[in-house]
Every structure is written in structure tokens, then in C-alpha cells.
T-cell receptor, first 116, second 112 residues
């Protein structure tokens, strides 16, 4: 079954304690990205990756890191979480969007993060 | 500055009637538009898309209309069913390798 898997689904942590949210896809997609969803703001892109070892900032990258050492995995790292990073996070993957080859993104089930 | 706007936070419709969800965009470089549906505790799932070379795309009960001159698109669901109750996100992208830009979402409630 084609899917994007995120872990954990729920996480409560304290300010400053490093954490990693994992994301894995089994569709051989080149393009992977992380979004956060906040009320009234929709989904905002944090970071994206167009292939292994190729990552770039999205709209709201401050306080986050990512890595893409393997094509299927794209972990999101919060080195020193703060309460304003409390949010619902989604990982997504797709083939690279291009003219004539537009494809939809597949999303994981989400990670509800609370930083206290 | 939100490039994709869904101005209606919520919409309530009677079962069997038409649901119309609206979306406006400001970036004239957008050339591909998508609608995603999201149920609670799940990730968004792709619903329907439209390229800027078209003005209409239909898939079963779902039709998306694109008005490029007005920078406006809409999603029509006919007939609406209780299972359609969800949050609907409009999204847009511009060309190669570019990100999807999402609207804030519209909560659709279909009453039986």
C-alpha cells in the first residue's frame, strides 16, 4: 500500500529538549516536504527536499532542521523546541512537480506536537 | 501575505444539495490548482486538480472550475453527502519543483 508514515502521532515535550519526527514514504518519490498546520493559517511549508542530499527552506523554517540521507526518509528535527512550535505537523511526498507532470502530494497522518 | 485565500471558514449544506467552496489566489504565476480533503486525525488527501489550460475538471460528484481572469476557483460537490463533511484545502503551485501553497481551509458540514 502506498503511504507516508510519520512517527510519533502525538508528542508532548518540554522547551529545549531536542526531538525528531520521522517520515518515510514507499512510493519512490523524489520530492518530500514538511508542513505545519495552524488555525486560520492553513498548511505552511517548513522545508522541502527535491532529492537525496538536496534540501531547502520553505516559508517557516526557523527553529527546524531536516536531512535527506535516503530517498525514502525525511526526518524533521527540532534542536531546541519552543512553545510557538506547538502545532500539527504533516510530512508529504510526491514526484517532482513540473509542467506537464503535475502530481498530487501524499500526506502522512500528522504529528500533534505540544511544547510546554 | 496569503497568496491563496479561502474566505469562508465554514459552510453548512443539506444532504443532497450542492456544496460550493471558493478559493482566490493572487499569484499570476500559479498554473496548477488542487483541492485536498482532510478528516479529523488524518492527513489531507488529494481530491481533484485542474491545470491553468483548462477551466473545468470533473470527477464524479466533484467539479472544479477555474476563472483565470478573476484568479478564482471553486469546488462543486453535487449531491452533497454526510461523508463529505471535512476540511477542504485549496492549493496552488507554479511550475517546476515549486511548492504547494495552501489556503486556510473551509470546514464543510453536510447535514442529513
Amino acid at each position: 500500500e502506498a503511504q507516508v508514515t510519520q512517527n510519533p502521532r502525538y508528542l508532548i515535550t518540554v522547551t529545549g529538549k531536542k526531538l525528531t519526527v520521522t517520515c518515510s514514504q514507499n512510493m519512490n518519490h523524489e520530492y518530500m516536504s514538511w508542513y505545519r498546520q495552524d488555525p486560520g493559517l492553513g498548511l505552511r511549508q517548513i522545508y522541502y527536499s527535491m532529492n537525496v542530499e538536496v534540501t531547502d527552506k520553505g516559508d517557516v523554517p526557523e527553529g527546524y532542521k531536516v536531512s535527506r540521507k535516503e530517498k525514502r526518509n525525511f526526518p524533521l528535527i527540532l534542536e531546541s523546541p519552543s512553545p510557538n512550535q506547538t502545532s500539527l505537523y504533516f510530512c508529504a511526498s510526491s514526484f517532482i512537480p513540473s509542467r506537464g507532470r503535475n502530481t498530487e502530494a501524499f500526506f502522512g497522518q500528522g504529528t500533534r506536537l505540544t511544547v510546554v | 501575505d496569503q497568496q491563496v485565500k479561502q474566505n469562508s471558514p465554514s459552510l453548512s449544506v443539506q444532504e443532497g444539495r450542492i456544496s460550493i467552496l471558493n478559493c482566490d489566489y493572487t499569484n499570476s504565476m500559479f498554473d496548477y490548482f488542487l483541492w485536498y480533503k482532510k478528516y479529523p486525525a488524518e492527513g489531507p488527501t488529494f481530491l481533484i486538480s485542474i491545470s491553468s489550460i483548462k477551466d473545468k475538471n470533473e470527477d464524479g460528484r466533484f467539479t472544479v472550475f477555474l476563472n483565470k481572469s478573476a484568479k478564482h476557483l471553486s469546488l462543486h460537490i453535487v449531491p452533497s453527502q454526510p461523508g463529505d463533511s471535512a476540511v477542504y484545502f485549496c492549493a496552488a503551485s507554479a511550475g517546476y519543483g515549486n511548492k504547494l501553497v495552501f489556503g486556510a481551509g473551509t470546514i464543510l458540514r453536510v447535514k442529513s
